[in-house]
């Protein structure tokens, strides 16, 4: 059983910048895809960032590469989103998510079905 828990969201004006953070309680000698979703007002749940703790690739929601970046702390239980020039469309709850690896090593995709393990969410606010 993962558990994640996030924080750092908050209110921020456009342009401006926040790191998130994910403390999973997971096994380090184990491999996982580790990612953030986020889920606007009525709207669907969707991809952010996907990072495999294996290798460090990483896949971008298209459009976010450049302005978010997934990194992990030396302890590789911490993973971090740091989100800058942010603009009032990036407003959403945004979720830590975990799926241990399986055979291939490989992550399954940015699609909410491939993670069984979810954080409780922290609320990101951007006003223009």
């Known amino acids: 059983q993962v558990q994640l828990v996030e924080s750092g969201g908050g209110s921020v004006e456009a342009g401006g910048s926040l790191r998130l953070s994910c403390v999973a309680s997971i096994d380090t000698s184990s491999r996982y895809c580790m990612a953030w979703f986020r889920q606007a007002p009525g709207k669907e749940r969707v991809g952010v960032v996907e990072f495999n703790t294996g290798t460090s690739y990483t896949s971008y929601m298209n459009g976010l590469r450049g302005r978010f970046n997934i990194s992990e702390d030396s302890t590789r239980t911490t993973f971090y989103l740091h989100m800058s020039s942010l603009k009032p469309d990036d407003t959403a709850m945004y979720y830590c998510?975990?799926?241990?690896?399986?055979?291939?090593?490989?992550?399954?995709?940015?699609?909410?079905?491939?993670?069984?393990?979810w954080g409780q969410g922290t609320q990101v606010t951007v006003s223009s």
């Open positions: 998510a975990s799926d241990p690896l399986g055979p291939s090593g490989l992550c399954r995709g940015l699609d909410r079905d491939n993670f069984p393990y």
